[in-house]
């Protein structure tokens, strides 16, 4: 991802010297090149190629936390009660006829 980054703006470099050079061109159109053929495009595409990265680096830390949350409290719930078991030998409700 780097190379072609590098490679771009090695080629936008050369443009914006070769502008700077030219008996009609100006330094400041030399700039203006760098900064809108060079500078503003790479840096929103290094961005985007960046997001799966971020992604993965958000979602690690998540878990590091839950794992570490989970390690520190010792029970599974955090709670202060007792775990409820369900009712055995319970009568079924039963409807009364009109």
């Known amino acids: 991802m780097y190379l072609v980054v590098i490679a771009?703006?090695?080629?936008?470099?050369?443009?914006?010297v070769a502008e700077a050079a030219?008996?009609?061109?100006?330094?400041?159109?030399?700039?203006?090149?760098?900064v809108l053929y060079g500078l503003v495009p790479l840096s929103i595409v290094v961005y985007l190629m960046g997001t799966p990265?971020?992604?993965r680096a958000i979602?690690?830390?998540?878990?590091?936390?839950?794992q570490e949350a989970q390690q520190t409290s010792g029970q599974p719930d955090a709670g202060g009660q007792a775990p409820g078991a369900a009712e055995t030998g319970g009568?079924?409700?039963?409807?009364?006829?009109?």
Do not use: C, D, H
């Open 53 to 55: 990265q971020r992604r």
């Open 59 to 66: 979602k690690a830390a998540e878990a590091q936390q839950a």
């Open 8 to 16: 771009w703006m090695y080629v936008v470099l050369m443009m914006a």
């Open 22 to 34: 030219s008996p009609n061109g100006t330094v400041l159109g030399a700039i203006v090149t760098f």
């Open 91 to 98: 009568v079924a409700a039963v409807r009364e006829k009109p």
